[in-house]
């Protein structure tokens, strides 16, 4: 594995890091991390991603990780000798959709497939479908890690590189033949509910208890936060209150508000379904803090015997950085372990399974894997 990175983010220079890695012996394919803040367009990286031979996958994030630093502006480009085979699932908003039969026709045979790489459009409307139907195809007989590409602008646009060039509403599967080891923690607590998700469409809920979901949502928080809540300054305060979605023996699933609607929806991003019961969380930067800590250590803990640790990937919800600000760099420190380096993205969602237990897309929270 070799991994190289630049700050500037001139397509240039991107060309240059590929190229670079390219030119390296036994490297199978690439893994391409990039930052929102590029602006990046099909006509600026296409030309150059299309040229390439070897197989490529990655994404457009907000923000991403090298050791203890955030890169808000720059690429990471990581040359992978595991590299097995990369696949592409288009329409991950489509209604009609069966993502199972998708999987099963275009990724039969797994083979020595030891990790899959899940990377997806962070505002497709049918992500929790998709990962239910990876889930269902593959179980855990392997392990993901993976996230929500996009920008925090909340405008969809492509955000996906394939060796076509760059894509939309979709997702990109990278099959390892690597060791791996995967956290998951978030350092969330319960503040309020549950409550009954009485009315939701894919990604929007819309009543809570047979109430207009944002009347609900503003009167829990206004009360505790002893201040107005509303439309105007929704994004600074929805991001100290997350959703958590309850499941049996397990830490809540969080989910993520990140728009009020006019007719007091609320959209957040990953799929809440209807029937299901949310509450409202809350954390602070020392507990949000020590779950990256957790993170690491359970991904550590996961890892087989018979493997060699070479790098840590951190997929951390963008929402994070936004909350703990300048504390986010002991965040980093915190996600340290031993010499291995660190690198990933600031995602919108996670992707991965907790240990041996069910896939899951994530919100707000930390997922360490050791490859």
């Known amino acids: 594995m070799i991994i190289k990175y ?30 929102d803040a590029n602006q990046y367009t099909a006509q600026t990286v296409n030309p150059i991603i299309k040229t390439i031979d070897l197989p490529l996958f990655g994404g ?61 459009d962070g505002f497709a409307k049918r992500i929790s479908s998709f990962i239910e139907g990876l889930f269902s195809i593959f179980g855990l007989d392997i392990n993901y890690i993976g996230g929500g590409a996009g920008s925090l602008s909340m405008e969809q646009k492509p955000c996906l590189f394939t ?54 949502y503003q009167e ?8 107005d809540f509303t439309p105007d300054n929704f994004f600074e305060i929805s991001k100290s209150y997350p959703f958590g979605i309850a499941r049996i023996d397990n830490e809540q699933i969080v989910r993520d508000p990140v728009q009020v609607n006019p007719d007091q929806s609320l959209v957040c991003v990953g799929e809440v379904p ?19 800590g957790t993170a690491v250590q359970l991904s550590i803990d996961s890892f087989p015997i018979s493997g060699k640790m070479e790098v840590l990937f ?31 993205a600031c995602t919108l969602g996670e992707i991965a399974n907790c240990g041996h237990e069910f896939l899951e897309f994530y919100n707000k929270t930390n997922v360490i894997a050791v490859l």
């Open 274 to 292: 209807e029937g299901s019961f949310v509450s409202i969380l809350n954390g602070d930067n020392a507990s949000l803090i020590k779950a990256a």
């Open 163 to 216: 060796n076509e060039g760059l894509v939309e509403d979709c997702a990109v599967v990278g099959l390892l033949d690597a060791h791996s080891g995967v956290g998951v923690s978030h350092g969330w607590t319960l503040l309020n509910g549950p409550y009954r998700v009485t009315e939701s469409e894919h990604n929007i809920i819309k009543s809570l208890d047979w109430r207009l979901a944002f009347e609900v």
């Open 220 to 227: 829990v928080v206004s009360a505790h936060r002893k201040q």
């Open 60 to 120: 457009i994030f907000p923000a991403i990780v090298h050791g203890k630093t955030i890169l808000n502006k720059g690429n990471i480009v990581i040359g992978l000798n595991n590299l097995l085979k990369i696949h592409t699932i288009e329409s991950l908003s489509d209604a009609q959709v069966d993502y199972e039969d998708i999987l099963d026709e275009k990724i039969s045979d797994i083979g020595k497939c030891k990790t899959m790489m899940v990377f997806v």
């Open 6 to 35: 630049e700050t500037t983010g001139h397509p240039d220079k991107l060309k240059a890091l590929i190229r670079q890695i390219c030119g390296e012996q036994e490297i199978n394919g690439l893994l391409i991390l990039s930052c």
């Open 314 to 344: 951190m997929i951390d919800c963008i929402s994070r950085v936004l909350f703990l600000e300048d504390q986010f760099k002991l965040e980093l420190e915190a996600a340290q372990y031993q010499d291995l380096p660190l690198v990933g």
